[in-house]
């Protein structure tokens, strides 16, 4: 498996092992499975030495990983419920080694599969600690290495490349936003959320590094973290996952208004609305917090020194 061809060799092989497993409960099937469960389990530990041995180009790491996830699933029809988190920890030890070599494409896919992976635990399923381990290091091994994963079209897009990383990278902690969670905001922004903290954070080295377009950073905070939380949320949501969104959009709200883009703050507002609402009765309890972004107040405190704001948010608020 030194070369590129070597590692198509083995998916080749991989898959003829894999192209027939008996579907009965017989002792001869029980043995297939076995079997094939012991190769597939082998082929992703190579896979994660082989990336982890320096140089190569990104078509062979590439290539790991297509080797990878052929044996994962190979792995998963023959033990339908493995072990908790066995294929997790392998996953991420090949995300990690995906990362330190820096191609992109590779550790991407390997980080869509694990997530998707840590997706299939309900609380409870999981050993909460080792599902923790898993997903605050597989965001930490990301955020590390954003500079080297970024792969921006142009140089002057760098900055974007790397906020989009830090930000995809904090998707693996949106699996942490579970009641009781909740952090002790002890600095500036004050969230309580783990994610929404980081995502401040990502921000303000978006802005600190590189001349920052406060549009694209409010897009990604809708399209990367707002959207991946509606979606993947519990029905209804949790008291923490929907602070987690409120603060989210919080922060996407004070970046939409110091650009001067108040409409688009607007239908933030009513995104959080929406998303709350589902909760019922406890909804109420962000009430007063929901209006409070809905006040002129709001985007004037928050826009530049001496910009004009033309128009009140809500249409209800009256002149002034």
Known sequence: MDTWEETEELLTELRERLCCCPGDAS?????SRLQKSQVC????R??????????????HATSLVSVAEEACRGYLTAVPQPAPLYLEKILYHLLRNAASRGSGD???????LLRARLLTYRPGRAPSKDFTAIAYSSFSVLWRGADALAEPDQPQEEGRAVLSVRLRALRFLLLLE????????LQPPFFTS???????????????????S??????????????????EATEPPTLQQSLCFFELTLEQCRHLCMSGAYREAEEAVKDVRVFLGTIGSSAKS??????????????????????????PWSSSSGAG
């Open 178 to 185: 579970e009641d009781g969670a909740a952090l002790l905001p």
């Open 286 to 311: 962000f009430g007063d917090p929901v209006s409070l972004l809905e006040t002129r107040s709001w985007p004037r405190a928050l826009a530049p020194q001496g910009c004009p704001f033309p128009r």
């Open 214 to 231: 406060l549009a694209f950073l409010s897009r990604q905070l809708g399209d990367c973290l707002l959207a991946a939380l509606r979606k």
């Open 194 to 212: 783990q994610m929404a903290q980081q995502a401040a954070a990502a921000a303000a080295l978006y802005e600190a590094v590189w001349v920052p």
């Open 41 to 44: 389990d082998r082929v992703l």
């Open 106 to 112: 590779a550790c991407w896919r390997v980080a869509d």
């Open 46 to 59: 190579i896979c994660v030495e082989r990336m982890a041995e320096p140089g190569g180009c990104p078509a």
């Open 27 to 31: 002792d001869a099937s029980q043995a």
